[in-house]
Structures are given as C-alpha cells and as structure tokens.
C-alpha cells in the first residue's frame, strides 16, 4: 500500500481516478473511520463513480454480534476468504451476520469484481494492509457520529453504541488506523 500525503479536500471523482488509474493488481480499497463517520456514503458514491463492477463489504455483516466484533475471528475472515482470493483473481465468500438471530447464515459466493470496497469500523486493520490499494480514512468527533448512527437506527442502540465507540476507539489506537491511512477526509462532508 502506497503512502500519500494527507488530503483533507479531495472530490469524489479524484478519488475514482486515483483507483482507477493505478498500475497495481490490487484493487481492494478499504474505507474505515467511527461509526457515523460516511463510510457507507462514500462507498456507495464510489461503487456508482467506477466503471467496472463492484462488491461492497459492509463490516457489519462479518461482526459476530456486537461483544465478538473486533476479533482475530474478524481478521481471519478478511484475509483469507475475502482479500486474499480477491487478490488473485478468485471467486470469494462470506456468512452474513444476521443481527435478528444473532448468528451467521450460509456462506455466500461470489465472483471476484474489478474493485472491491470494504468499509466500516476495522476494515482499514493491519493484516489487509498489503492486499489494500487505498486505506481511506474518514474522521468525525463522537457526538456527531453517535447522533447520526441514533438518527439513522434508532435511540434504543444508544447504550450499545456508547460501548461500541469506546471498543472501536481501542481498535483504531491498536492498529494506528488513522496513521496509515492512505487518503484522509472529514466526515461532515458526506452526509
């Protein structure tokens, strides 16, 4: 994963161009930054601004429930079923996470695209970094993230999200997310 210098202001298509336009075999992207930052925002903006096709992994489907989210478990899946055979061409798969029933579902297969996009909390972790082609971090301060998660799910996550933002802020201080980061931008601007 190349370093780039921080950008705070950089527009949407310069960031399709920025994918598209590398040289590397690796075009597995990750988009990672506090709950309620934009990072499904931006990975939808990018799935539609890119001209081949797409997979988006939401992180919330390979969390195993909210206390078993964060694990090696988690890195596992990542890399060996997701990233890795992505890498080289390869059909990949994943179990979904269904937060209803609290367990995982069938696993499901899919054919590798020309970019896969992985976004949410831990997304951006150490052991993709050499399969990444971008780690985009995406910054926002807890209150604002905390009110747009409640605004959007609901206020009855408000304790589980308290929580939660404390563990997603241990996670990104043990894998220096934000430091490595490839492209840096301020989450009020995709909302």
Not at 27 to 42: H, N, Q, S, V, Y
Not at 147 to 157: A, H, I, K, P, Y
Request: aromatic share 8%; hydrophobic share 40%; no cysteine.
């Amino acid at each position: 994963m190349a370093k780039h210098p921080e950008v705070n202001h950089v527009s949407l298509v310069d960031i399709v161009q920025r994918i598209a336009g590398s040289n590397s075999s690796n075009r597995i992207i990750a988009i990672d930054g506090p709950a309620g930052a934009g990072k499904t925002t931006l990975a939808n903006r990018i799935a539609n601004g890119f001209s081949g096709t797409v997979h988006t992994v939401h992180m919330d489907d390979l969390y195993d429930g909210w206390v078993n989210s964060l694990t090696p478990q988690l890195s596992r899946v990542l890399v060996n079923q997701i990233a890795q055979p992505v890498s080289q061409g390869k059909s990949f798969g994943y179990r979904r996470f269904d937060w209803f029933n609290r367990r995982f579902g069938e696993i499901e297969t899919f054919s590798a695209p020309e970019l896969l996009i992985l976004e949410g909390v831990g997304s951006g972790q150490r052991a993709l970094g050499r399969f990444l082609l971008e780690l985009i971090w995406i910054d926002i301060d807890d209150d604002t993230g905390l009110n747009r998660v409640l605004n959007r799910d609901g206020e009855f996550l408000r304790s589980e999200m308290l929580i939660w933002q404390h563990r997603q802020s241990v996670h990104f201080e043990e894998e220096n997310t934000r430091d490595r980061a490839t492209l840096r931008l301020d989450g009020k601007l995709f909302i």
